[in-house]
């Protein structure tokens, strides 16, 4: 055969002819400069993005007469006989053929074996996360140590199907996808060069179709030439590429704008009748509206563009179509894809979205939004019931039992949005009527109440009072420390636990009773206020028996009957 595709033709020879990957060919170009140059490398990316291309170029610069350079000179008999496969000592290996452990226990045999013409013998593996679990183990040893003329170069599409002991003996680069803007520059460099014609638009409508894939780009513009009678047009491209033409996709979003399905179905049925496929014309379709949001977003990123080419008609598609109607466009249309991956009528499922995209209504919000002055007034207001709140809790208006109502039950003690806080007036209260004998009354029987707590099902609420205590008591209230202002909180605004709670003390002590939940650090700063008033007042003679939290902390740590109390 004498004639050669183009991606063969224009396979690079220099790392600068690899296109799109400056990342990768710099920091080779570099190491071969410094000679700097890894025993194993592992080139991983996309199909058609030059792994092979630079693993040759490598090969060809570590052997290079003129090395250490950073580009091979592709003139000295070493570069020739690499470039044309004459040299025996660069290897190339297809890992999806040569995948066993015999091919491999072969390679491990031979690479001690100096090489016969150039300094360094290159083994380049193609598809390398091809090879099976023993054929990787086989090469483990050999990779991580081999002789000094030795490189290995792998590459492969899929790095996550080789193990990781292989991954990290290897200097690791990962070619990207080629953007389509590198695609249209080279493709322009090929076609100046070979005197073909061809038409821009048609250019970057192969390079979008090509998805960053170089071979992919070059083998459909391989394919435009020979269709074309004497230039590749724009419709040449569309045809072999199988996309819909953006004057088709706006005339079909300008119908749906308009909610005219009969336009709408026209439209479909006349690219249908070209033949294109309903599943690709649907990813078109989502490509343009997602280019569509970009542009409103961002509308000096062209660059990122995947599907349309920047023109008059779509920017006034653009601003007569609101950001919410496109995402519910997307929204449908990927349904749809979805769901004609599983048909065998797919023209139907379009036809059916395209009835439901002219259909859809958009919800504006904007009209309701309220304006900033009246967020400020609102804003004010809360704040303004949240310190009202705050005051009264601070004054224990919070119940009837403040009104001597002592056989009413007290309302579910409520946390505030900073925190739990203790009903400060209610609890001085109780402290003004506390004796030692009612608190002793309750201690006595609190073993009972958590027993009785469990019995009832309630397992969860009696561990709320593993680390609570009865600290003061009066005839009709009793005051519980919790260790955590959490489960305070947790104890008291659960109204079942306050009711169960309530009525064990009261069998216990044979009298109504109502208890109040109180935090551990606030309960200290409660009581010591409190007997600091009762000191300052001369009317207050009897100082309220309320236990000191150090003997109460003492009896917790080793019991009452082991406690003795010495004034």
């Not at 091979?72 to 290897?91: F, H, K, Q, R, Y």
Request: contains cysteine; charged residues 25%; negative net charge.
């Amino acid at each position: 055969m004498s004639y050669q595709a183009l991606y063969r033709v224009w396979r690079p020879q220099s790392f600068i002819d690899v296109v799109g990957q400056e990342h990768v060919t710099k920091t080779l170009q570099n190491a071969l400069v410094q000679e700097k140059i890894s025993h194993a490398y592992l080139f991983s990316g996309p199909r058609g993005t030059g792994k092979t291309s630079a693993a040759k170029i490598l090969a060809k610069a570590v052997n290079c007469e003129k090395s250490p350079v950073s580009e091979p000179c592709n003139e000295c008999s070493a570069c020739l006989g690499i470039t044309d496969g004459s040299i025996p000592d660069v290897i190339e290996i297809d890992a999806a053929s040569n995948n066993g452990v015999e091919e491999i226990r072969d390679i491990r045999d031979k690479v001690k074996y100096a090489p016969n013409v150039v300094k360094y013998k290159v083994y380049i593996v193609d598809e390398v996360h091809m090879l099976s679990i023993g054929a990787f183990n086989a090469l483990l040893k050999t990779l991580e140590e081999p002789p000094q003329h030795v490189i290995f170069i792998l590459a492969t599409t899929e790095p996550h199907k080789i193990p990781l002991t292989i991954i990290s003996r290897c200097q690791r680069f990962d070619f990207k996808r080629i953007t389509p803007q590198d695609i249209v520059r080279r493709m322009k460099l090929i076609v100046e060069e070979t005197n073909v014609q061809c038409d821009d638009k048609a250019l970057h409508i192969i390079a979008r179709a090509a998805e960053g894939g170089m071979r992919d780009a070059l083998s459909l513009l391989d394919q435009a030439i020979s269709f074309s009678d004497e230039a590749v047009t724009t419709e040449d491209a569309l045809t072999v590429t199988g996309s819909v033409s953006q004057s088709l996709l706006n005339q079909l979003a300008h119908s749906l704008i308009e909610k005219n399905v009969a336009s709408a179905l026209e439209t479909v049925g006349e690219l249908l009748s070209q033949g294109k496929d309903p599943v690709r014309f649907i990813e078109d379709f989502i490509l343009y509206y997602r280019d569509m949001l970009l542009f409103k977003a961002a509308p000096n990123l062209e660059e990122t563009f995947e599907r349309v080419m920047l023109d008059q008609e779509f920017q006034v598609l653009s601003d007569k179509t609101s950001a919410e109607r496109i995402y519910q466009l997307i929204d449908i249309l990927n349904k749809t894809q979805q769901e004609m991956r599983w048909t065998n009528h797919p023209r139907i499922f379009l036809e059916v979205a395209i009835v439901k995209l002219t259909q859809i209504e958009t919800k504006e919000y904007e009209g309701d939004a309220p304006s900033s002055g009246e967020v400020q007034q609102l804003l004010a207001k809360v704040n303004q019931l949240e310190s009202e709140i705050k005051h009264l809790k601070e004054n224990g208006i919070t119940s009837k039992q403040d009104t001597g109502q002592a056989a009413s039950q007290p309302k579910t003690q409520r946390g505030t949005r900073k925190g739990f806080q203790a009903p400060v007036g209610r609890i001085n209260e109780v402290l003004k009527q506390a004796t030692k004998q009612d608190l002793q009354q309750v201690k006595s029987h609190w073993g009972q109440l958590i027993t009785k707590l469990v019995q009832n099902q309630m397992r969860s609420q009696a561990a709320l009072l593993n680390d609570a205590e009865p600290v003061a008591a009066s005839d009709s209230n009793v005051i519980i420390k919790f260790k955590y202002e959490l489960h305070c909180q947790m104890a008291m605004e659960n109204s079942r636990f306050v009711e169960v709670v309530s009525g064990i003390i009261g069998e216990n002590t044979n009298r109504t009773t109502s208890i109040i939940g109180v935090p551990e650090d606030q309960w200290l700063s409660i009581r010591e206020s409190f007997i600091q008033e009762q000191q300052n007042d001369p009317d207050q003679t009897n100082e309220p028996q309320v236990e000191d939290p150090i003997i109460a902390e003492a009896k917790k740590l080793f019991g009452s009957e082991l406690v003795e109390i010495k004034d």
